[in-house]
């Protein structure tokens, strides 16, 4: 049974940081890229931050560069989402995503508010 949990949302304070991280399971983890989604009230879902299943490379949308990364560890299935800085308009769900050429898994979301 493939999942994706996420934790470490939560309220911050604008400036503050936060860690997300994404438990898999079910599924040989170092050979799927491993994501970071966020999708907004009424908006649609985008990409924050993409590493591939080696952790060689990573992407992030222009919106997060210099202020997150991304990381993964392969032998704890784990993926992470270190958030530094933080904005007001971070404030949204973020979600764990899991993807290769057969397979596309999705995890719950979690909470990030910003907000003084």
């Known amino acids: 049974q493939v999942q994706l949990v996420e934790s470490g949302g939560g309220v911050v304070q604008p400036g503050g940081s936060l860690r997300l991280s994404c438990a898999a399971s079910?599924?040989?983890?170092?050979?799927?890229?491993m994501s970071w989604y966020r999708q907004a009230p009424g908006k649609e879902r985008e990409l924050v931050a993409r590493i591939s299943g080696t952790g060689g490379i990573s992407n992030y949308a222009d919106s997060v560069k210099g202020r997150f990364t991304i990381s993964r560890d392969n032998a704890k299935n784990t993926v992470y989402l270190q958030m530094n800085s933080l904005k007001p308009e971070d404030t949204v769900v973020y979600y764990c995503n899991a993807l290769n050429y057969r397979s596309d898994y999705w995890g719950q979301g979690t909470q990030v508010t910003v907000s003084s």
């Open positions: 079910g599924f040989t983890f170092s050979m799927y890229s």
